[in-house]
């Protein structure tokens, strides 16, 4: 008998494969369910050390497809849900709204009403507390300009791209099925995140590896628009903690308190990715190539994280700088990744990106 059923969407994804294999290893009596498509950016690779793990399973679904979110949520007796299922870069939210519209706003709306329908039953007899933990961004916040003070919980909503408008989009949804049907929801907005599993579309991973390769590194308009940066790992134990001590219908940031205008982040990998490799100290700021700015480029994001802070105790464990050396060696170590990951479809959208 398991304590505790969690469905965890989007777990073959970069963030997601985190999440699972932290709940995998760290409550042997859960059964996790990861439910992934398995897109262009979803990989079981990311996951192959827990794979044969006994209270891991995978389950192929795609989120549009209500039918099967409801069989899934009864074959597995589903109590709790972590939803990280997306369309997740900017970039192609650009150039393909609709998937965007459709994956994050009418997936996570088929998972909410697959929830309620299981989980408000009259006369459930469950014990166990339900909870419907949606995993969302800091882009829904819009964006700061350099002196304004960062995004908290009761920032307003103004998202300025197609993924964001969705992912602002879903959390509404998310807070009316609490408002209306009284769901038991959390939800979290994370700022940036880096590490190992990244698809290479990102910027962190897509500049390591066109350093390796001596490609140019495309900055978008004067490179002065600034990021918060959070390991993923930190991003993953924040997300533990929520989903198992925040505050029902409650919503916390998340964040690094970490900013770092692009180009001098670009400087950092550049440094430290020469060094991993054996090249002369900036050798390959050569590379760095001034391109059209994003449509719609956010200027800023920077978030404060005070609330999960000062009610759940958590904070980042990890140094920026640790963080970017950890990450930089992971990809020069996992060259056979990243070709896997960046062959077949991914030639065609690099292509149609930057010429
Ligand atoms: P990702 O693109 O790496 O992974 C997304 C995963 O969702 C993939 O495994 C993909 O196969 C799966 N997926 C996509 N469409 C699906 C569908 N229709 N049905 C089932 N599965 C589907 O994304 P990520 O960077 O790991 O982000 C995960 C979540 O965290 C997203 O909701 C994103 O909005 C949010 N988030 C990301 C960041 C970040 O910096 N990456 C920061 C804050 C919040
Ligand atoms: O803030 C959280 C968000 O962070 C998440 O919700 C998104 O899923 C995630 O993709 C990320 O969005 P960004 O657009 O900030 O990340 P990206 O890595 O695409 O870009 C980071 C910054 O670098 C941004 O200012 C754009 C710039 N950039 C990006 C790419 C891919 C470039 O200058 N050149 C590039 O080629």
């Not at 996790?32 to 209270?55: F, H, Q």
């Not at 190992?196 to 991973?205: H, V, W």
Request: aromatic letters at 12%; a negative charge.
């Amino acid at each position: 008998m398991n304590k505790r059923n969690i469905l965890i969407t989007g777990g073959a994804g970069f963030i997601g494969s985190h999440v699972v294999r932290l709940f995998v290893n760290k409550y042997p009596d859960y059964r996790i369910v990861n439910l992934d498509a398995l897109t262009y950016a979803g990989n079981l690779a990311n996951l192959k050390d827990i794979e044969n793990t006994p209270n891991y399973v995978f389950e192929k679904a795609d989120i549009c497809d209500f039918e099967a979110m409801e069989q899934i949520f009864k074959k597995y007796n589903i109590d709790g849900v972590i939803h990280l299922a997306a369309e997740s870069h900017v970039d192609r939210s650009i150039k393909d709204p609709f998937s965007f519209a459709k994956t994050n706003i009418m997936g996570t709306l088929n998972l909410l009403e697959a929830a309620r329908r299981t989980w408000q039953i009259p006369n459930s007899k469950s014990q166990i507390p339900n909870l419907f933990y949606h995993v969302s961004t800091d882009e829904v916040y819009g964006e700061l300009d350099f002196d304004d003070t960062l995004f908290t919980e009761t920032t307003a909503y103004d998202p300025h791209s197609p993924y964001s408008a969705s992912k602002a989009s879903s959390d509404h949804f998310v807070r009316a099925y609490r408002d209306t049907y009284g769901l038991p929801i959390v939800i979290s907005n994370c700022s940036n995140n880096y590490g190992p599993y990244q698809f290479p579309e990102k910027l962190i991973p897509l500049f390591i590896n066109n350093i390796r390769h001596n490609k140019p590194l495309p900055v978008y308009g004067k490179g002065e628009n600034v990021r918060d940066w959070l390991y993923v790992t930190d991003h993953a134990r924040a997300i533990d903690v929520i989903f198992h001590n925040g505050k029902q219908g409650d919503t916390y940031n998340i964040g690094g308190f970490n900013e770092w205008k692009n180009i001098d982040l670009i400087k950092v990998i550049i440094e430290t990715v020469d060094r991993l490799l054996g090249r002369t100290k900036g050798e390959s700021e050569k590379l760095i190539t001034y391109v059209t700015d994003r449509a719609g480029h956010d200027l800023r994001y920077a978030i404060d994280a005070t609330k999960l802070k000062n009610e759940l105790g958590w904070t980042p464990s990890l140094q920026f700088e640790e963080g970017i050396e950890k990450t930089a060696q992971w990809y020069l170590e996992n060259q056979d990744w990243l070709d896997n990951v960046t062959s077949g479809d991914y030639q065609q959208y690099y292509e149609k990106m930057y010429g």
